[in-house]
C-alpha cells in the first residue's frame, strides 16, 4: 500500500468518525472539520514545495540560492530535501 493510499485511508476514517458524532453528545464537528482541512491543505503544500525544489535543483539551482528561498541555510535544505530527487 502506498503512502498516498494509507493518508487517503485515515482520511477516510478520520470522516467516519466525524460523521459518526452524534450531534447531542459533542458539540459542533466544524473546528474538528477545520483541523483536518487545514492537515490537508498542508500535507498538499508539503508536496507542492517538494516539487519545486527538485524541479529548482533540476534546472541547475543551487542549495544556496534553494535555501534562500526557503529562508533557511543551504544546509537546512538538502537535509530537507536532498534525499528526494
Known amino acids: 500500500m502506498t503512502r498516498t493510499a494509507v493518508r487517503d485511508d485515515r482520511d477516510q476514517d478520520v470522516e467516519a468518525f466525524i ?6 453528545t459533542m458539540r ?3 473546528r474538528l472539520r477545520d483541523i483536518a482541512a487545514a492537515r490537508a491543505a498542508r500535507d498538499a503544500a508539503d508536496r507542492q514545495l517538494t516539487a519545486a525544489v527538485a524541479a ?17 541555510s543551504k544546509q537546512n535544505a538538502f ?4 534525499a528526494a530527487k
Open 56 to 72: 529548482s535543483r533540476a534546472a541547475g539551482d543551487s542549495w544556496t540560492m534553494i535555501g534562500l528561498a526557503l529562508r533557511t
Open 19 to 24: 460523521d459518526s458524532i452524534r450531534p447531542e
Open 79 to 82: 537535509r530537507k530535501y536532498g
Open 28 to 30: 459542533d464537528a466544524s
